[in-house]
């Protein structure tokens, strides 16, 4: 097994999470610099579950041979491949903000209906309601304007379209968060002081919680926009959880 490389990451958290273009700059800084422990990073914080939880997500999706897939926040393709297996007859995109990300998933490609580009999720470069499927791994708790990339993924979607989505998850109340955040923040921390001598780098994730809303309060923003939750699966005790919705 080669050995990974040991870095020193000096960007600081900060104030980069309360904005939209902070967040947008820190997102693309940090990503760059895990991109080659990226696969590894996510088998270990999900204690080798992530995978699963992916393939899952997928089987989740009705129906095959969709005619257009878009894979948001991408990263180095896990989905995005899962995706061009289920839907041999159309064509899926990748989608990532972070060229480091995308030279990954292209290097990894070997699949003829599948295409990485870069973009922001928050402006998709695609025309209204000519997607059949949105998945996003990881993707709406990363995203700069949550608001404004839930739009962005309703206005792609054709009508009757699915979202996918996957990621970290928000319990209600005030204890669970503050548990939660504790959890998050010394297991994620511990790798980021090992793989780049920051404990920020992964309990990123443990912060950007805090500025996201709870379960309860995503379920509304997403019906509000006009989705319908099709199914609502939690992993780790609530610390993750799968969303199938619907555009109405």
């Known amino acids: 097994?080669?050995?990974?490389?040991?870095?020193?990451?000096?960007?600081?958290?900060?104030?980069?999470?309360?904005?939209?273009?902070?967040?947008?700059?820190?997102?693309?800084?940090?990503?760059?610099?895990?991109?080659?422990?990226?696969?590894?990073?996510?088998?270990?914080?999900?204690?080798?579950?992530?995978?699963?939880?992916?393939?899952y997500l997928i089987?989740?999706?009705?129906?095959?041979?969709h005619s257009v897939c878009l894979d948001l926040a991408c990263g180095?393709?896990?989905?995005?491949?899962?995706?061009?297996?289920?839907?041999?007859?159309?064509?899926?995109?990748?989608?990532?903000?972070?060229e480091a990300m995308l030279k990954i998933a292209r290097m990894r490609n070997s699949y003829k209906n599948v295409s990485f580009i870069n973009q922001d999720m928050c402006q998709i470069e695609f025309d209204g309601e000519t997607v059949d499927i949105v998945t996003g791994g990881y993707a709406l708790r990363n995203a700069p304007d949550l608001n404004m990339v839930i739009r962005e993924i309703y206005r792609v979607l054709k009508p009757g379209g699915y979202a996918a989505i996957l990621d970290f998850s928000k319990p209600p109340g005030k204890i669970l968060p503050k548990l939660e955040y504790w959890i998050l923040k010394i297991w994620a921390g511990f790798w980021g002081l090992l793989l780049h001598r920051n404990h920020e780098v992964y309990s990123y994730i443990a912060e950007s919680l805090k500025v996201y809303p709870d379960r309860g309060a995503l379920r509304i923003l997403l019906e509000r926009q006009g989705f319908s939750i099709k199914k609502s699966n939690l992993y780790f005790f609530g610390i993750t959880q799968f969303l199938l919705l619907q555009k109405e």
């Open 1 to 55: 097994m080669k050995r990974m490389r040991l870095t020193h990451f000096n960007l600081k958290i900060g104030r980069h999470l309360q904005k939209p273009e902070t967040k947008k700059y820190y997102n693309e800084k940090v990503f760059s610099e895990i991109a080659p422990r990226y696969d590894f990073i996510t088998r270990v914080l999900s204690l080798w579950n992530d995978a699963a939880w992916k393939r």
């Open 59 to 65: 089987e989740s999706i009705p129906g095959k041979n």
């Open 76 to 98: 180095t393709g896990d989905i995005t491949f899962l995706l061009a297996e289920k839907n041999t007859g159309g064509k899926v995109y990748g989608l990532d903000i972070t």
